[in-house]
């Protein structure tokens, strides 16, 4: 039989990765745009977020690996089945790259990632103003990219939820069931011949 729904690991991954990437790219917004007490605050809350977003990316890709995904929808037409997969290879290179820029611009910068108080994470990359700054250029840019992604994938999570309703979004919903009632009449079903 052909699963329908991801895992419940798969399932609690995502959301949760979700809530920390989108606050992520809220505190990242928050630590650029003030020169106020809050910047160390929102720092110290952000090296400790994205090392988690990193090892949680990690985790979540070996699970994709071993248990693969439910399959798209037959009908869905073969350019929606290119983007979902090419917006999925972009979205997990985003939730691994990000983090580790952001790891690498502080060993640049000669910076201690310190996750809490006591506790720092090793240099990966060696001091370098001039890496520094490339680095912080592409986790800047980088960042605005991640977020149209994310942008994407929310409209598109909500295309199949409410104009195809063909149980894509509801592979990955919290719980089980149509989120949506279908509609009685055929008449007002979507037309979903290929």
């Not at 990193?54 to 929606?80: E, N, Y």
């Not at 999925?88 to 502080?106: D, F, K, N, Q, R």
């Amino acid at each position: 039989m052909i699963r329908q729904r991801f895992t419940v690991l798969q399932r609690v991954l995502h959301w949760v990765m979700a809530v920390a990437i989108l606050a992520m790219l809220f505190i990242g917004v928050g630590m650029v745009s003030t020169i106020s007490a809050s910047y160390l605050g929102l720092v110290s809350i952000h090296r400790p977020l994205g090392i988690a977003i990193l090892i949680l990316a990690v985790i979540r890709i070996g699970v994709r690996l071993l248990r693969g995904t439910p399959p798209l929808p037959a009908d869905l037409p073969a350019p929606m089945k290119q983007a979902a997969i090419l917006s999925h290879i972009g979205l997990y290179a985003l939730m691994v790259a990000m983090p580790l820029l952001g790891w690498g611009m502080l060993s640049a910068a000669a910076y201690p990632a310190v996750m809490w108080h006591g506790f720092a994470l090793p240099a990966i990359l060696p001091q370098s103003a001039t890496l520094h700054a490339v680095l912080w250029d592409l986790h800047h840019y980088l960042a605005f990219a991640f977020f149209a992604l994310i942008l994407m994938h929310l409209s598109a999570a909500l295309f199949h939820l409410l104009v195809r309703r063909d149980g894509v979004f509801e592979s990955m919903a919290p719980v089980a069931g149509d989120m949506i009632a279908k509609p009685a009449d055929d008449a007002y079903a979507v037309n979903r011949t290929p």
